[in-house]
């Protein structure tokens, strides 16, 4: 087996294990280790294939955000969010170099559709979020949705990338919910929980694998 290939296979194997043990309840160490480790892998193996470093550091930048996410909230949230912030400034002018599919009705309708959708979603959530919190979210916010429409207009050869960034979007919906709407004094809502991660880390695979093009066999 190709080093390449162990490397992509370990990265699939702690992310499953992670979604199935851990990411609806306290990490501790180990599930720490795991939510790191899984996309970490995914960023080496993304250098290992030659992807662009563009891709890796997007990946090495998520793994990190990971890190700090997997600890607690009311201290962690914003290095967390940093850690993604700069990852989706990695992702925009990679999609960019990529080329884009030309000016089509059905591109400019979904980059429309997008980003009136961020929008609105960011004008409801932002009055359940703390006043400090409100700046970061709202950049955040402006760069995921421009990930989001550079990824939206990219060829149609790349289209599991596509598929893999309107993923990652619907996790960081799904998390902002849960971090700031969901009542503090009720029990974790599992379903939600494996959600996020699902939608999060499966995105991060197509995402790889769509802009490196090749499956690892």
Request: glycine share 12%; hydrophobic share 60%; net charge positive.
């Amino acid at each position: 087996m190709a080093a390449g290939a162990g490397v992509f296979i370990a990265s699939m194997v702690l992310g499953a294990a992670y979604w199935a043990v851990w990411c609806y309840r306290e990490k501790g160490p180990a599930g720490l280790l795991v939510k790191t480790g899984s996309v970490a892998l995914l960023a080496i193996w993304a250098f290992l294939m030659g992807g662009p470093l563009l891709l890796v550091a997007a990946l090495a930048l998520s793994a990190v955000g990971d890190g700090f996410l997997a600890g607690k909230a009311e201290r962690w949230l914003l290095p967390g969010m940093a850690a993604f912030f700069l990852a989706h400034a990695a992702y925009v002018p990679l999609f960019w170099q990529m080329g884009e599919a030309g000016w089509t009705w059905p591109v400019k309708a979904g980059q429309v559709a997008l980003v009136v959708g961020g929008v609105l979603f960011a004008r409801w959530l932002l009055p359940s979020v703390e006043p400090k919190m409100r700046l970061p979210v709202m950049l955040y916010t402006g760069v995921i949705l421009m990930m989001g429409a550079a990824a939206i207009a990219l060829p149609g050869v790349y289209w599991l990338a596509t598929l893999g960034a309107l993923m990652f979007i619907a996790s960081d919906v799904i998390l902002s919910f849960l971090l700031f709407r969901h009542p503090k004094d009720r029990p974790a809502n599992v379903p939600a929980s494996l959600a996020v991660w699902g939608l999060y880390f499966g995105g991060q695979v197509l995402i790889a694998l769509g802009i490196i093009g090749s499956v690892p066999v």
